[in-house]
């Protein structure tokens, strides 16, 4: 039987706008841009009770990073099924302390991140096959909250829908807009630079209107 886990991990990599500007760095566990993917695959356990019962599902995490690197609080944004997300958890909660705290203009500060998880027990399942379905609910979701003017709410879910299938960037941009109408001029112009420069996930003209914005409103 195989056991299959897939993670879609928010830690989005800055080598391109923060190093060119060196305005805003993300959060990073062991000083490594994968080091919560690594950390979640070398610790997250499927438990016996997941395998005996075959369970798949998903569940979604948004943690607050402090400026010392400590996880100051955790939310459960979502899940499957309770097993599931008690194994995540327990996965995350073990990284507090270890982190390097996001930084803007050299100074650290406290920030969100989050931990989309999929797990499939199953003996032929790959743990691919709903992702882009979930992804995609989260994304309308996230269009649906902006324009009930709720700002906070839906750059969740942007972030959540990207992290979730970043082989398609459209949420990635919309958070990015979404960054502008909040004022945020700096991180809302890290995830334009992020998608200019994508090689998968972004298509040729939504790299061009990344872009575009970056010359008109990231000088």
Not at 106 to 133: E, F, H, R
Request: glycine share 6%; net charge positive.
């Amino acid at each position: 039987m195989r056991y299959i886990l897939t993670l879609a991990i928010s830690l989005l990599s800055f080598a391109s706008y923060a190093q060119t500007n060196s305005k805003y760095e993300e959060a990073i566990l062991n000083r490594d841009p994968m080091g919560l993917r690594m950390h979640m695959a070398r610790t997250l356990v499927i438990s016996d009770e997941i395998r005996l019962q075959g369970i798949k599902g998903d569940a979604l995490f948004m943690f607050k990073v402090d400026t010392t690197g400590f996880i100051d609080s955790i939310r459960m944004m979502y899940t499957t099924h309770e097993l599931i997300a008690a194994q995540a958890l327990d996965a995350l909660q073990r990284t507090d302390g270890r982190w390097t705290a996001a930084r803007r203009n050299g100074k650290y500060q406290s920030a969100w991140m989050y931990v989309p998880v999929k797990i499939d027990a199953s003996k032929n399942g790959n743990g691919l096959t709903d992702i882009a379905p979930v992804a995609d609910s989260f994304y309308k979701a996230g269009l649906n909250t902006l324009q009930k003017g709720k700002h906070q709410g839906a750059m969740h879910l942007f972030n959540a829908a990207y992290n979730l299938n970043p082989a398609n960037a459209q949420p990635l941009y919309d958070l990015a807009q979404t960054y502008f109408k909040t004022r945020d001029k700096d991180i809302a112009c890290f995830y334009l630079e992020k998608i200019s420069t994508m090689i998968r996930g972004a298509s040729a003209e939504l790299k061009e209107m990344a872009a575009a914005d970056m010359a008109k409103n990231c000088k």
